[in-house]
């Protein structure tokens, strides 16, 4: 009886040891392990996504830029008493930078 929970306990821990390599293939562990051990393409790698990452966020924040200038425009033009002059100032500011 000991030899038929033994196998039994054998099979199980085969069948989990297929699913985790199974599982570690899906993951490509092995493509990982060779990137982290070819460093130049490991650094080539690292810097195009630093390239993508600050030209992404150089985009984002011009779009964010514009948009809030567009918003400060139209409530200088609402003419809200003390907000109005406050947005009026910074749009006058912006304007005098964009033409030099």
């Known amino acids: 009886m000991a030899d038929g929970t033994e196998t039994k306990s054998e099979s199980r821990f085969e069948e989990n040891l297929a699913r985790v390599a199974v599982q570690m293939e899906k993951m490509r562990i092995g493509e990982y392990v060779a990137l982290l051990q070819n460093t130049r393409r490991l650094f080539f790698v690292n810097f ?33 008493p003390i907000i109005g002059d406050f947005v009026a100032e910074i749009v006058r500011i912006v304007q005098t930078q964009l033409t030099r």
């Not at 195009?48 to 409530?75: D, Q």
């Open 48 to 80: 195009i996504s630093g390239l993508a990452r600050g030209v992404g966020m150089a985009i984002g924040f011009s779009i964010l830029g514009a948009i809030l200038i567009y918003l400060l425009t139209r409530l200088s033009v609402i003419n809200l």
